[in-house]
């Protein structure tokens, strides 16, 4: 197979669960884990509801989890006429079938959270149980279990999404100032992390659409061996090992430890390395969306990149062999992935090597470079995007090979174990086990400005960074304009009073008379592009937006 | 494994980025950077590692 022409582009995106904490020692240890929930609905509240760049004061859009029907249209784009009243649009929306339903209880009363000062909307908000909604930038801002959790936008670049992936980070940041500014009102700090060390884990998920024609099994072989390995480009590092961090030393992926199982559908016990949830949030028929859980929360920019990039090319890859019916992706099937997993994590070294099936033993850099080659022989060079992943790929490899430190300033667990190792050479050669390690680790990823010490190897230019500050504060109110994720945030931004509710794949437009159901089963319908190939225009009026909507579905 | 990239950093522990860290001159103001940066974090660090490490407790999530 020649000139495949396999780049990054595919709908992805990344969702966070933050670690959630009191500020206050003594509430911090008095509760426990216990106010984790409370404290989950109060940052989440604070932004939704208070925060000026996401518009008027006590309103947010509600979360819609979307229809289960299949679309009548093949063309995966629909409007339906609904009810008649925003409010009754409001109560209409599903918010009661999926597991995190239960934090954002049934209206009781009204939705619009009563005048007063930032306590008294917040006291309001958890009294409510106020636990969804959506964002200018079209991220979904919730509480799951008991986490804040950003989910970004759709995008349909790796670079996209670090930047609507760090755009979560001042969601993050502006929650806990606002909950600092309210008086009576306990202060908050997020963690961008997955665990607490004592057997708690949180996920950090990518999504990606997937052609729904690949056979899973063929997507388990070949992801297997992949996500097993990648730790060593992408993994964040931890102090400590084993869930509970019984074992003292340092590992290479926060996440390994608490993988369980090769394949299943399960998140947050037996956790797979493959995981087999598949609602695609698009046309079911032609998509899938495969749901991955065993990634770290990433701060170093390069890694979220190649994460992404990386996992996006070995699927486009997988689905070109697929279509061709050519060979393209090595068999590495591993003897035991599970294993694999640990015994990769838990040696920085990165010399262990792990058996296959077939008889060999390689090591987590020899599989990633099978991998990167076979990849490489597709793709197309020539996309910039696509370049610059195989070239960081391959440049990483062949640092890490050579000495893991020679990658400290692009690759997450190698620039927490430099910082580890510097500071327990200061203290007279820290043993492992010591909590100023293991407080460093969990420092890392403290997002208040100033506290987060990630944050400081940024200011002080020991990592490299790949987007501007700019354009991350931009992303914060203003969607990424290739996937439907803009017509969903321009809508919000330009007809706040008229988008009560939406989801990944439904918008609702509530008019004077008549509301209406946007559909959108194709992640890239509602781009910019699309939106200005079909006359739409986001910012005009609503009723020249509904009649371009129409006639965009051939509807009049 | 023979290609070493032009961005690539160089060999040590403390340098910014491979562009510094040349002449023995800058490698020292990387060093005392890295110095500079382990000061900052002992002053940051929470006061009582131990403690905060244990209170440090979260639900699983998922």
């Known amino acids: ?556 | 494994m023979s290609q070493q990239s032009i961005n690539a950093p160089r060999p040590g522990d403390d340098e910014e980025n491979a562009s510094d860290a040349v002449t023995g001159g800058q490698t020292f103001a990387s060093a005392q950077g890295a110095d500079d940066l382990l000061d900052e974090i002992d002053a940051v660090l929470e006061e009582n590692a131990e403690t905060f490490v244990r209170s440090f407790v979260q639900k699983g999530g998922e």
């Open chain 1, 1 to 556: 197979m020649s000139g495949g022409g396999l780049t990054t582009e595919r709908p992805m995106g990344i969702e966070t669960e933050f670690g959630v904490l009191h500020v206050d020692l003594e509430e911090r240890t008095r509760a426990g884990a216990g106010s984790a929930i409370l404290l989950s609905h109060l940052t989440v509240a604070a932004y939704a509801l208070l925060a000026p760049a996401e518009g008027e004061r006590g309103r947010r859009v509600r979360w819609d989890y979307g229809d289960e029907s299949p679309l009548r249209d093949a063309r995966g784009f629909e409007l339906q006429r609904a009810a008649a009243h925003p409010t009754q649009l409001t109560d209409e929306v599903k918010d009661a079938h999926l597991p995190s339903v239960e934090l954002d209880g049934p209206v009781r009363g009204s939705d619009v959270a009563p005048e007063g000062t930032d306590d008294e909307v917040l006291a309001w908000a958890v009294h409510r149980s106020i636990g969804n909604s959506v964002l200018r930038s079209g991220a979904r801002w919730y509480v799951d279990h008991a986490h804040p959790e950003y989910s970004a936008p759709e995008v349909l670049r790796a670079r996209e999404a670090v930047v609507a992936d760090r755009a979560g980070e001042l969601v993050a940041r502006e929650a806990m100032a606002i909950v600092e500014r309210a008086e009576g009102i306990p202060d908050v700090a997020l963690y961008k992390n997955n665990t607490d060390g004592k057997g708690a884990s949180y996920g950090t998920h990518e999504n990606y659409l997937l052609d729904r024609s690949v056979p899973f099994e063929d997507v388990v072989a070949v992801l297997l061996p992949f996500l097993t390995t990648r730790q060593v480009l992408v993994g964040a590092g931890r102090v400590g090992r084993g869930a509970r961090g019984s074992e003292p030393g340092f590992q290479i992926s926060s996440r390994a430890d608490f993988m369980e199982a090769e394949v299943g559908l399960e998140t947050t016990l037996n956790r797979p390395i493959v995981n087999t949830r598949d609602e695609p949030h698009a046309d079911a028929s032609r998509f899938r969306r495969l749901h991955v859980i065993i990634g770290d929360a990433n701060l170093l920019e390069e890694s979220t990149f190649l994460k992404l990039g990386t996992t996006s090319l070995v699927l486009a890859a997988l689905e070109a062999q697929h279509r061709t019916g050519a060979e393209i992706l090595p068999e590495l099937r591993l003897a035991d992935p599970v294993a694999a997993v640990r015994a990769i994590s838990h040696d920085p070294s990165l010399r262990t090597t792990v058996e296959l099936a077939d008889g060999r033993s390689l090591t987590a850099l020899q599989i990633q470079r099978e991998i990167l080659d076979a990849v490489a022989a597709v793709a197309d060079r020539t996309d910039a995007e696509t370049d610059q992943v195989l070239t960081s790929w391959g440049e990483l490899l062949d640092l890490l090979a050579e000495d893991p430190m020679l990658a400290a300033d692009r690759v997450e667990w190698v620039a927490k174990l430099r910082l580890l190792e510097q500071y327990r050479r200061r203290h007279g050669d820290l043993d492992w086990a010591d909590p100023r390690l293991l407080a460093i680790d969990l420092q890392f990823s403290d997002l208040r400005p100033g506290r987060g010490l990630f944050g400081k190897l940024r200011a002080a230019g020991q990592v490299r960074t790949l987007v501007t500050e700019e354009e991350v504060a931009e992303a914060v109110t203003t969607p990424p304009a290739s996937t439907r994720a803009h017509l969903r945030g321009q809508l919000i931004t330009h007809h706040p009073g008229a988008v009560p509710s939406a989801g990944w794949d439904v918008i609702t437009l509530a008019g004077e008379e008549e509301g209406h159901r946007l559909r959108l089963a194709d992640p890239r319908q509602g781009s910019a592009a699309w939106c200005e190939q079909h006359g739409v225009d986001p910012v005009a009026d609503l009723d020249t937006l509904l009649t371009a909507l129409h006639r965009a579905v051939g509807d009049r």
